[in-house]
């Protein structure tokens, strides 16, 4: 069976008891804080993936790492141990994610900005187009990137609004080399 088939199941059996307990904000933040953990420290996933280190061990490693975590989460990650499936968690973390932003009808997009852009900006991008993806709202990200010269550019999953200066120069350039030939 894939990763990905193998991290989805996890995922939907976690959002299910998230769902159930009305813990889905709570569990996904600590998701993040896991899903960061394992994919800035490479030294605890090689230990947890190491076949000479026993079972019980990489659960003691586990249950002292994320003590402040609910116990979902724990037991999700000691049930990922104890069946060899470490290499899935970020993955794991990832469809969670999937899973509530499908439950809240909302979409993780990131806006590319010559500056940071204030909460009402980011209020007005997010409705106008979560209206246009058939969504009730985005949670975006603002990065900074100088390169636009100015306006925006979204990326809305693999979709991008481009509304920046760069961007629009850039067409203009394509139709005049296009309209050359």
């Known amino acids: 069976m894939s990763k990905g088939i193998v991290a989805k ?21 600590e ?14 996933v090689d230990v947890l993936s190491h076949p000479k280190v026993t079972n019980e061990m990489k659960k003691s490693i586990v249950k002292e790492a994320f003590t402040n975590l609910s116990q979902q989460v724990v037991n999700t990650l000691l049930l990922l141990v104890d069946r060899h499936r470490v290499d899935v968690v970020t993955e794991v973390v990832s469809h969670f994610v999937d899973q509530a932003n ?31 993806i058939g969504k009730k709202s985005l949670r975006l990200q603002n990065v900074i990137d100088t390169k ?25 350039e394509r139709q005049l080399v296009a309209n050359r030939l």
Do not use: C, H, M, W
Request: hydrophobic share 40%; charged share 25%; proline share 1%.
């Open 9 to 29: 199941r996890y995922a939907v059996a976690l959002f299910q008891l998230a769902q159930e307990q009305n813990a889905i904000d709570q569990i996904e933040s």
């Open 148 to 172: 636009l010269i100015g306006g925006v550019k979204l990326r809305i999953g693999n979709r991008i609004y481009d509304g920046s200066v760069s961007g629009k120069l850039e067409r203009i």
């Open 31 to 44: 998701l993040q804080v896991v899903k960061e953990v394992f994919t800035t420290n490479q030294d605890l």
């Open 102 to 132: 499908e439950f809240r009808g909302t979409e993780d997009a990131i806006v590319y900005s010559i500056r940071p852009l204030s909460e009402t900006e980011l209020s007005s991008i997010s409705s106008s187009f979560a209206k246009k």
